[in-house]
């Protein structure tokens, strides 16, 4: 179980220059880009998140630029998740790859406002708004998912099992 606050950017198509604009991509430290994530949406957004807190989307978000900056600037402002109305893969992918977690739960974003406390249940396949008392299903991630996650992404997932084989 994940439990926060939620931080609801409702727009589809929110892109990866938006969660961590291009003017920053020279830095390569989570903590340096979290200081300027969603700051071209939101300027408050890096001021009012806390460590464990959730962004609520949707459509589409991390659509653009393929860039794993997006994912670290998210990570190093201390949100655990993202849950969208749906994602653009490469974001999906790239959130996966680095041990990020990205779900997926239409509808949510429509009935979540900023600050809602929320709980993501992962094995249970449920979002739980505890403010409003609402309660919405999500398909569970893949055992395999679950697997690139526990490891902290995909290099860690390979290390392991090059290590259990060896």
């Known amino acids: ?46 001021s009012r998140v ?10 589409d978000f991390g659509c653009g630029s393929s860039r794993e900056h997006a994912v670290w600037a998210l990570r190093g402002a201390g949100v655990a998740a993202v849950i969208a109305t749906t994602f653009a893969r490469i974001f999906f992918r790239n959130a ?16 979540t406002s900023d600050g809602d406390e929320m709980e993501l249940d992962l094995e249970g396949g449920v979002v739980r708004n505890h403010t409003t008392g609402a309660i919405r299903e999500f398909t569970p991630l893949t055992p395999f998912v679950n697997e ?10 390979v290390a392991r099992k090059r290590e259990a084989q060896a």
Request: aromatic residues 6%; proline residues 4%.
């Open 148 to 157: 690139l996650l526990e490891a902290g992404g995909l290099l860690s997932y």
């Open 1 to 46: 179980m994940i439990s926060g606050r939620a931080h609801v950017f409702s727009r589809a198509h929110i892109n990866t220059d938006e969660i961590i604009p291009a003017r920053y991509l020279t830095a390569h430290d989570e903590a340096e880009l979290a200081r300027h994530a969603m700051e071209d949406i939101s300027k408050e957004f890096v």
């Open 96 to 111: 996966l790859n680095n041990g990020f977690l990205a779900v997926e739960c239409p509808g949510l974003a429509e009935e």
């Open 50 to 59: 806390r460590p464990g807190d959730l962004i609520v989307a949707g459509e």
